[in-house]
């Protein structure tokens, strides 16, 4: 892959300069490990890797060039596509294990908190006495259970979205 980036810059800077009046391509390093590719020869302190002689390209090298140029686009958006389908599918499996850490969290609690409540209403005296904290807890274990179906939520749109980034990726190949 390190060497298919280079390649690629290399095949579109020669592809998108095809009227180079130079005859040679001086490939050459400075002193700071700078590669060159210029049409004039390098400087006394560069030191040269390659001499290419420049020839024009014919009409057929460059459809060829322009073919191989779609080919690698055309690659590089199926990549893309596979790795946002990959993303995707990793958000999803992220947002599923959320949704069950949630729905364990609730129902613990609202087993926690029916027996307190239980507890606290068992006379009429103590429910009357108990009221106000009766519906806070009340209030808090719903508020718990809308946060853990929200989560739920979330992990169905992100299992959507994966599988229709996946569909796109497959769709392309």
């Known amino acids: 892959m390190k ?3 280079p ?17 040679k391509l001086y490939t050459w390093t400075d002193k700071k490990g700078v590669t060159h590719i210029t049409d004039e020869p390098p ?5 040269v890797q390659d001499v290419t002689p420049y020839s024009e390209k014919s009409p057929q090298e460059i459809d060829a060039i322009e073919r191989e140029k779609q080919q690698m686009r055309k690659q590089y958006e199926q990549f893309e596509k596979r790795e946002a389908a990959r993303q995707a599918a990793a958000e999803a499996q ?12 609730v129902q613990v609690e609202t087993e926690r908190n029916q027996e307190y409540v239980r507890r606290l209403s068992s006379t009429k005296e103590k429910r009357r006495q ?3 904290k009766i519906q806070r807890i009340k209030t808090e274990t ?5 946060e853990a179906e929200a989560a739920v939520q979330q992990a169905e749109e992100a299992a959507q979205k994966a599988r229709q980034a996946e569909e796109d990726a497959s769709t392309t190949q």
């Open 7 to 23: 390649a690629l810059a290399l095949l579109f800077l020669l592809a998108a300069v095809p009227d180079l009046a130079a005859q």
């Open 130 to 132: 108990f009221r106000k």
């Open 142 to 146: 719903e508020a718990t259970q809308a």
């Open 3 to 5: 060497i298919v980036i």
């Open 94 to 105: 992220k947002a599923e294990e959320r949704a069950q850490e949630l729905m364990q969290k």
């Open 43 to 47: 400087p006394e302190n560069g030191s």
